[in-house]
């Protein structure tokens, strides 16, 4: 993998370890690629934290990776099927990807929870030393960005998005 892109995996974890959800450390680490600044990056990708909303269902930082495919190949024309689809399949690749990595890409199962969080539990968690040694999501955030900087590497040499404009 290219050094900068090696530099945008520490990026995303340093984002991690700021306070940062998940999913805005993976996508804040990759906005500038595509003409987003870091703020609107982080604003967009906000929700996504603890599993979306923190319900604890798809991991933060996969969600991330969802959201760079979109801005890397996803269309931009209602109706363009083979687009979408080119974009779908990246989605699943990727996310079959950290799956393997990881184990799963939901978030209760990653933090070895018996499910979702109930309605209602919407505080986040205090960031402090311990909370960072009882969780693996720092693992997950790094693990999401080099799936991610992959992708970008091999795009190089094997187009994922033949549909994209970029």
């Known amino acids: 993998m290219k050094k900068e892109l090696e530099k945008r995996v520490d990026q995303a974890v340093d984002n ?5 959800g998940c999913c805005q450390s993976v996508v804040a680490a990759f906005a500038d690629l595509y003409g987003l600044d870091e703020t609107m990056a982080k604003r967009i990708a906000a929700g996504f934290g603890g599993g979306v909303g923190r319900m604890r269902m798809m991991c933060g930082a996969v969600s991330g990776i969802v959201m760079l495919v979109g801005l ?26 950290s799956k393997a990595d990881n184990g799963s890409i939901i978030c209760a199962e990653l933090l070895g929870l018996k499910g979702p969080v109930p309605p209602g539990q919407y505080v986040a968690s205090e960031r402090t030393a311990e909370y960072y040694k009882s969780r693996p999501c720092a693992d997950k955030v790094e693990s999401a960005a080099k799936i991610f900087a992959q992708y970008l590497d091999e795009k190089q040499t094997k187009p994922h998005c033949p549909a994209a404009d970029n």
């Open 16 to 20: 991690f370890m700021q306070g940062y």
């Open 72 to 97: 890397d190949c996803g269309q931009t024309e209602g109706n363009d099927r083979e687009g979408k689809s080119a974009c779908y399949k990246v989605v699943q690749e990727l996310l079959a990807q």
